[in-house]
């Protein structure tokens, strides 16, 4: 295989270093990038450059922002009585994205996770902390992933948040919308009967 | 969704963009290039411009190449009375990975196909009747994708190629190796049955 251009197995190395892209699918894009307008391959190469130079977290919650604070913070309509934690800024995307919360966020940058060497300490817990000391928070809802290391991250949190006055939630847990009762797996037929609501 | 940043709305733009990558995998990309170093996202930015920049089509067979002339058509070891037509340089980087054909190549840059507004004066059908009526070439072997527009693709270059003293051949048809016949299609079994040949 010493015969294809040089660019071209670097570029397949490197599309094939993106998660869930495997080496027939790195060639496929490389082929993709090779075929379309030159205009259009450049714009992807410029957004990559653009985003990494642009982007950085803002200093208050980590979520991801182009200035010192993100939109959410500097957004003074904002109920600034609310802070809810979640992992990733793509966690608060979606979040944002069902349209119901209205309050602030902070993002962990991670979870708690023994097996791969993340302790507390490596997430942004310590600011957490310190925002809900110094701010007017009455709720904290933790919205981390509904799994063994996102409960993990929640207890810890909420254990460090114990000794001041803020109540803290999680998300529901039972039955997902649109599902079929069937199917539906025991954990989750349990945790809807255990956290059923007045109808 | 006004809250995020700007740089990232358009890196998932053009993330979504490549074949395959909708709005969800595009996102998960784009986190993934805000998360990794710095370096490893640039250096996915580079290739993709060096890749642009660097690469262009082989002047005799279009094949990707970074010269004038691509790997095989330049290597004086190759057996230069085959040619092999192929519509895409992936199908002839395919074919090269099988390892047993020593012979050169003809990319067409596509296939017939009248539904797509494709005609043969698109492809580079007109360059290899050129190679052909002053090459020396014993042999032309049709390896376009067996489906119809591949076929017919095929069967308007050998009407071409008629008046020219080649043999032109096709890739066989038969059962895949490693398949199991009680779940082969009619079509496959019948050009399997169709082609035997001798033990």
């Known amino acids: 295989m010493n015969e294809i251009s040089k660019s071209v197995t670097e570029l397949i190395q490197q599309l ?8 027939k699918s790195a060639e496929r894009l490389a082929y993709h990038l090779l075929r379309v307008h030159e205009s259009e391959a450049n714009a992807l190469a410029e957004a990559i450059v653009a985003v990494r130079k642009n982007v950085r977290y803002c200093s208050s919650c980590y979520n991801l922002s182009e200035g010192p604070l993100c939109g959410i913070c500097a957004d003074p309509s904002r109920d ?13 995307m979606a979040l944002e994205q069902a349209g119901v919360y209205r309050g602030l966020y902070h993002v962990l940058l991670g979870r708690i996770s023994p097996l791969d060497g993340i302790g507390p300490e490596q997430l942004t817990i310590e600011k957490l902390v310190d925002r809900v000391r110094v701010g007017n928070f009455s709720e904290v809802i933790m919205a981390t992933n509904p799994n063994v290391e996102g409960d993990g991250t929640s207890l810890h949190i909420s254990n460090q948040l114990a000794e001041y006055p ?10 997902t919308s649109g599902s079929i009762l069937e199917y539906t797996n025991r954990e989750v037929l349990a ?3 255990t956290g059923r609501q007045k109808l």
């Open 16 to 23: 094939g270093r993106l998660p869930g892209v495997g080496r």
């Open 191 to 193: 945790d809807a009967l």
């Open 80 to 92: 600034s009585s609310r802070l809810c934690v979640v992992e990733q800024p793509r966690d608060l």
């Open 166 to 175: 803020v109540e803290i939630t999680r998300l529901a847990r039972g039955v």
